[in-house]
């Protein structure tokens, strides 16, 4: 439950600590006072929108932090985990939003930042907020399915979540029957072109790294004529068969040296290093040789490789920007190819498993049904019964089912459609909610429905937004009485105008602006014990100093524990109408 609330530069307020105890807590101020400001503060908490206009006028950012305890009984440490969030040893979880004065806002648990999405997930596990506007959604029968269901609780949710898990094999089957079961023509001509690109490929057979090489080839053989002339160039001059090559005339050379060594020893040096340079260009000479042989024995044609490589181009205009893509290519052509060629096979097997899936869908689907009708006549009476309490003891209330249109027959929650069905006064017809219900009687439908739900809601903190607007008088103490009962099982947080009400909680925040260096800020104050009197006294009288509203509000918190005595009623009648 919600054990601490700080609220900083949020609209009118400058700094609040809002500390609700277990049990029933009520909030009251003058209208105007800015109950509504910590009402959007928690909203904020669970991921509702909160912009710029959120910050106080000359401040950076609003912040708001909240403390939960005992969370370990919603969320497991695995799945805090997994959200990148370290669980608290004292089974706490922290709340946190920022909204700075640009419109940006910044979430955390537990100190971690987490996107928005999370915090709304979080939040909304921890406090379910009943609003005024709660009474729309009532009167929308596309809402009243899921209230039924949330009603249900787990019998309900783990059908639909078995039917789920069968519904999505469904829809799985479906989009493969539907992708197999194109005209016979068409998988025909589909067949023919991927076998014909299959051959393509297959009889390209380009290598990876081909391309590469087919490009270095193609710019020697460009070059090759050249190349070869420079090296037949080369090898003349080396030559020995001719008379006048620097070869001959080399050798001569040496000749001559090796003739002189023999008068001069000491030149028998550079005779050795004369032989050595022969020997050289000798060997120089055959390598040339040997290049231009081998050259010649294995080089492709300029024309082949220009024709390799406009194969290649083409190929790569319809099958892939590489060869590598090319491969991959080829082998999804060869498992589609496959695959069709199999398909008949399949769309049998296919339109089995079809059958088979609709048959325990229906069974499945029927179950939920079954168990909705249950919950629906229980849910019935319990309104029924809410509704006696509440002063509507001739209405009546049933769940009308029906089942959807074929074409969208398999929903995510079944084949059902469902709308709640009353009549208001005994004896009439019962016709869909929205069409019966007067201003007084749609707030206290509301308040039924909501009460009931809400004892079968799992989450901890329940907050009540001046749900009591239309009513008076007993109605109005019952609508405590129902209150105090729920807190039993849950936190339970009121925004009130209602002293009857007011009387019955177990603590009390008043809410009131106050006037400081000419700006306004609004205050939450948790109220002792005669500051709960005279704010009673006031809801009764409009007057906290009045006599008579401050004995009578003394009674009422009293006696907030027990049935209001008629007399009590009656004199708050008088004095709040006097």
Known sequence: MLIRMDISNFALIDHAVFEPKSGFTIITGETGAGKSLLIDAISALRGSRAGKDSVRTGCRKASIDAVFDSISALFSSEELLSAGIEPESDDTLILSREISMDGKSIARVNGKIVPISVLRDFGSRLVDIHGQNDQQAIFVPSMHLDLLDRFGNLAIRDAVASYGACLTSYRKCIEEIRSLGTDPAVRKRRAELLAYQISELEDADFADGEEESLIRQKKILTSYERIREGLSSCRQVLGQEEENTAMTQLVKAQSALHSISQLEPSLLILHDQFNTAILLLESLEEDIASYMTETESTAISLPVIEARLDLLFRCKVKYGSGISEMHNYLEHARHEYDDILGSEKR??????????????????????????????????????????????????????????????????????????????????????????????????????????????????????????????????????????????THQVLCVTHMAQIAAAADQHYSIMKDVLDDRTHTLIIDLNQSEREEEVARLLSGDRSDRKSLDLAKQLIERRSDSFLDADLERADEISGK
């Not at 084949?415 to 749609?442: C, H, T």
């Not at 329940?462 to 109005?476: C, N, Q, V």
């Open 347 to 488: 769309l049998d097997d296919l339109h089995r498993i079809r059958l088979a899936l609709e048959k325990e869908l229906m069974e499945k689907a029927d179950t939920i049904h079954n168990h909705r009708t249950a919950v629906a006549a229980e849910l019935s009476q319990c309104i029924m019964h809410e509704l006696s309490d509440l002063g509507m003891a001739g209405a009546s209330f049933s769940v009308l089912f029906s089942q959807r249109p074929r074409e969208r027959f398999f929903s995510r929650t079944g084949y059902d459609e469902v709308e709640f069905m009353m009549s208001a006064n005994q004896g009439e017809p019962e016709k869909p909610l929205a069409r019966i219900a007067s201003g007084g009687e749609a707030s206290r439908i509301m308040l039924a429905i909501k009460t009931i739900l809400a004892s079968a809601d799992e989450t901890p903190t329940l907050i009540f937004d001046e749900i009591d607007a239309g009513i008076s008088g007993i109605t109005a103490t019952v609508v405590s009485q129902k209150l105090r009962k729920l807190s039993d």
